[in-house]
């Protein structure tokens, strides 16, 4: 297995979380023609969430699912589509001052009631995308592959 199929089966791993209930099996039954059109060692890439160039969108479908964007370009030399995906995260923030917890309580000493306040933290979590594969078609073919390297 070459570097770029590596990669592109770890970046596919990653991916799995975005599409949900959605998985390989049940695009490959959503789209059985498209399947059962290419040879067992295509079949086996998509199975594992691997694209290679020259694929069509119905096989990058099959083997990743659908795409966070899809974006036309439109040059003097013709169209192209790319779909984007990203990765989803919770970044934690460290925990930082929410306000203050009032509690009453009875002191015997003055027989009278006093207030306590007392400062309060909580978790800060930032919500987080990142772009980790775009790919590019020309004519309806993979021509480009781009991915975030970690």
């Not at 199929?5 to 789209?31: D, H, N, P, W, Y």
């Not at 040879?39 to 795409?67: N, S, W």
């Not at 964007?69 to 984007?84: D, F, M, P, S």
Request: hydrophobic share 35%; aromatic share 14%.
């Amino acid at each position: 297995m070459n570097h770029r199929l590596l990669r592109t089966f770890m970046l596919a791993a990653s991916l799995g979380f975005i599409t949900g209930c959605q998985t390989v099996e049940s695009r490959i039954k959503e789209k059985p023609e498209v399947f059962a059109k290419v040879d067992k060692a295509t079949q086996d890439k998509i199975k594992q969430g691997i694209i290679d160039l020259g694929y069509t969108e119905d096989l990058v479908y099959v083997a990743l699912g659908e795409p966070d964007q899809k974006r036309e370009t439109v040059t003097a030399t013709g169209k192209t589509l790319t779909w984007i995906y990203n990765t989803y995260y919770d970044r934690y923030d460290g925990a930082g001052f929410a306000g203050y917890h009032r509690s009453v309580y009875y002191d015997p000493y003055l027989r009278a009631y006093r207030m306590y306040y007392r400062p309060v933290f909580a978790d800060s979590y930032s919500q987080e995308k990142e772009e980790r594969i775009r790919i590019v078609f020309t004519d309806g073919k993979v021509t480009v592959i781009e991915q975030a390297k970690s």
